[in-house]
């Protein structure tokens, strides 16, 4: 019963950390350009938000649990470019990696 509660604080920790990282063309900062930075830059629990249109380049996504949404519900977008997995060994047996992608086209591989 003391690892369902630490489990439990611990993942409440991490809802209330996380962050909305938004993508569109010519984003400046804090927003970006290529969902491939807004990968780099996420932690663990954050959302990235894209804008319709294409988007070209490799993601790697290195042992993070994220999501990748369009930014309105009605709205997909393109990623032209390979998805790449990569788990994170260092990671509790207990915890998973979840990547969610949501309404997107993937013009690429996933590896």
Do not use: C, H
């Amino acid at each position: 019963m003391k690892n369902l509660t630490v489990l439990f604080f611990l993942s409440l920790t991490m809802l209330v950390n996380a962050a909305d990282l938004y993508v569109y063309p010519g984003a400046a900062f804090p927003d970006y350009s290529s969902i491939a930075n807004a990968v780099d830059s996420a932690s663990d629990g954050d959302r990235i938000l894209v804008s319709n249109g294409s988007y070209f380049g490799d993601i790697t996504i290195d042992g993070k649990s994220i999501s990748i949404f369009p930014i309105n519900s009605s709205s997909s977008f393109t990623i032209q470019g390979d998805i790449i997995f990569i788990r994170n060994n260092s990671t509790a047996l207990s915890f998973t990696n979840e990547v969610t992608i949501s309404s997107a086209e993937i013009i690429g591989d996933f590896e």
